[in-house]
């Protein structure tokens, strides 16, 4: 118990203002989470108090997991109060030694806090046992995964917003905390190469990290990889950059290129350690992509704002990403019938709470690994006051940004400017940054047009535009005139309709709904599921039904609005050849299709004139 005499006494000060401690954490426990609110941000860690009873115990087994070389393990945490209450609760802390001499040095305060670090998860005692309040007694299981970092338990009394450390456990470990694990494949620049970024313990003078990959069934080859990282001095402010900030490890990225098209490959990760041993990840699999323009069966998954969830229960997950585990299970049990996923922004709704990056990564991982899986920048990634967010308030709980850039991997020219073109096979993609000025005369706008510009038609004719904010059309948004975000649709949908879109697909708005195609806030085709020939307009869609929860529509629904939906689920893209697509809406709960169309043209069609979108003749011979 001497690791936690907490070493406070006026040689260590805290790193951030009072007023701050308390802005970023929440001061009541209920055992219900409020809609939106990051689980962690409840507990008022700042205002924790020693408390310890030589009669209370905690213990965790077992002790070692791992050893088979798995990334996850179930354990058994049993724990006795002598005087056990509804509030008590146990906190997973990951490292284990959580006490004040790991608090960071400042000279601002004379007294340093008891813990200076946010628990990665939490339950409440009586969670397994509802007569924990007078037994005194519980047995709670909790799902641990490979963190790089040792684990421990705490007992906490007086609930969330004033919690008493009562008892500490003993520590728990992986076998290997530095393995590397949770791959991450995506879109190189070029359709041939693809990417795979994975997360270890080990910094390059450790161990060289690479990618052992080839045909199927055949000889390998070893290709390097690149290292990043990032330290707390990264994070643009609370509560990332306090208690909820937690080492990162190294991000590595790999670059594998010259694929064949429509081949199968098969990898692992390594990393060589200075002695020559090699640490060898799982064997995983990929299908590269078709070359551009190829006729074949082509489909895509987007969907945005899916978060994280807890399979052991923890962090009372259904009251605050109720959907993510079934739209993850849901992608992952039709994944041999996908080619490509978009997760057009709001990704783990960490909101500064850096641990539950990593858990993120192990949710999606059997995604992940096995199809390209592209993001786009949301607010609760990058936004920030003070950091050239377009939208300055903090809800990224001060990431800005810095995560999801090193984390995953798209093909941007700058990757903290998140806009981006990627090609599959008949589809042109033109993710935009809505969270970076997209107006008129901006440098993200002009990147816009040159993307829609550069679609050649022919050879691709699935033109898709996405972005995470609704820049479009949104009937959430009726009291603000219609459509999504002020001037979205006004700055550009001349460039949907002069380009042709095809489709615009958002997030941010937590439901489903598509509109008619459409122009200037009109429809401009009466049909309403099977579209042929030319269509005179791009069709809008939201497809925020990811797994945060839900938002509810406004009172009107106006006339483009075709069909609306309140629950959880992603929408399907499959292009059959250069004349046939066909777009689905899938329900997370079961995989069934609720929502449909389809879009039968030629070339001919694409090129035909339509408002605001006829090529410049002459009438000269």
Request: net charge negative.
């Amino acid at each position: 118990m001497e690791s936690f005499s907490f070493l406070f006494r006026n040689s260590i000060a805290v790193i951030i203002v009072a007023v701050l401690l308390v802005q970023f954490a929440a001061a009541h426990n209920s055992k219900h989470a409020h809609a939106g609110e990051q689980p962690l941000s409840k507990i008022a860690i700042h205002r924790a108090v020693l408390a310890l009873h030589e009669n209370a115990s905690i213990k965790a087994t077992p002790v070692v997991l791992g050893t088979k070389g798995e990334d996850y393990e179930w354990i058994t945490v049993k724990l006795e109060s002598p005087n056990p209450s509804k509030d008590d609760w146990v906190a997973v802390f990951s490292p284990a030694n959580f006490n004040s001499s790991t608090c960071p040095v400042t000279n601002s305060w004379d007294q340093a806090p008891y813990i200076c670090s946010s628990p990665i998860k939490y339950k409440f005692a009586n969670d397994s046992n509802d007569d924990y309040s007078k037994t005194g007694k519980a047995t709670l299981k909790f799902r641990l995964m490979n963190q790089r970092e040792d684990f421990s338990f705490a007992l906490f009394s007086g609930g969330l917003s004033n919690p008493k450390l009562v008892a500490v456990s003993n520590f728990i470990s992986f076998a290997n905390p530095k393995a590397p694990v949770y791959p991450r494949l995506a879109q190189g620049k070029s359709w041939n190469e693809m990417t795979v970024t994975w997360t270890s313990g080990y910094n390059i003078d450790e161990a060289v990290p690479f990618v052992e990959w080839g045909f199927k069934g055949r000889a390998q080859s070893q290709t390097p990889a690149g290292t990043l990282t990032f330290n707390r001095n990264s994070m643009c402010g609370p509560p990332a950059r306090t208690f909820g900030w937690r080492d990162p490890g190294f991000i590595h990225t790999s670059f594998l290129s010259e694929l064949w098209p429509n081949t199968m490959y098969t990898y692992k990760l390594g990393h060589q350690l200075l002695n020559g041993t090699i640490i060898w990840s799982k064997s995983y699999y990929f299908k590269s992509s078709p070359y551009p323009g190829q006729d074949s069966l082509q489909r895509v998954v987007i969907f945005g704002d899916m978060g994280k969830a807890e399979r052991d229960g923890s962090n009372e997950y259904n009251n605050y990403q109720p959907g993510s585990l079934n739209t993850t299970d849901q992608l992952i049990k039709d994944l041999d019938n996908i080619d490509i996923v978009f997760h057009i922004g709001d990704l783990p709704y960490a909101k500064g709470y850096i641990s539950q990056w990593d858990q993120f990564t192990a949710q999606v991982e059997p995604i992940t690994s096995t199809v390209p899986y592209m993001i786009a920048s949301g607010n609760h990634e990058r936004d920030a006051p003070g950091t050239g967010s377009f939208y300055d308030d903090n809800d990224s709980g001060g990431e800005c940004g810095v995560l999801a850039e090193t984390m995953y991997y798209v093909p941007a020219e700058n990757r903290a400017k998140f806009w981006y073109s990627t090609d599959y096979g008949m589809f042109h993609f033109c993710i935009a940054d809505s969270e970076h000025d997209w107006r008129e005369g901006s440098e993200q706008y002009k990147f816009i047009e040159k993307c829609l510009a550069s679609a050649d038609r022919q050879k691709q004719p699935w033109l898709i535009f996405s972005a995470h904010r609704v820049l479009g059309y949104s009937s959430s948004y009726w009291n603000h005139g219609s459509f999504g975000e002020p001037m979205g649709r006004e700055s550009l949908q001349k460039l949907w309709q002069k380009y042709k879109v095809d489709i615009a697909i958002f997030g941010h708005v937590h439901n489903y709904e598509r509109t008619c195609p459409i122009y200037q806030n009109q429809c401009v085709n009466s049909e309403k599921s099977h579209y042929s020939g030319t269509v005179n307009g791009t069709i809008h869609v939201v497809a925020g039904g990811g797994g945060s929860h839900l938002s509810a529509f406004g009172s009107v629904q106006p006339t483009w609005s075709l069909f609306r939906d309140v629950d959880f689920g992603f929408v399907k893209l499959t292009a059959f050849n250069h004349s046939s697509l066909l777009f689905e809406y899938k329900k997370s709960s079961d995989g069934k299709v609720y929502d449909s169309f389809t879009i039968s043209r030629d070339y001919r069609d694409v090129l035909a004139c339509v408002h605001d979108g006829c090529e410049p003749t002459t009438l000269a011979p």
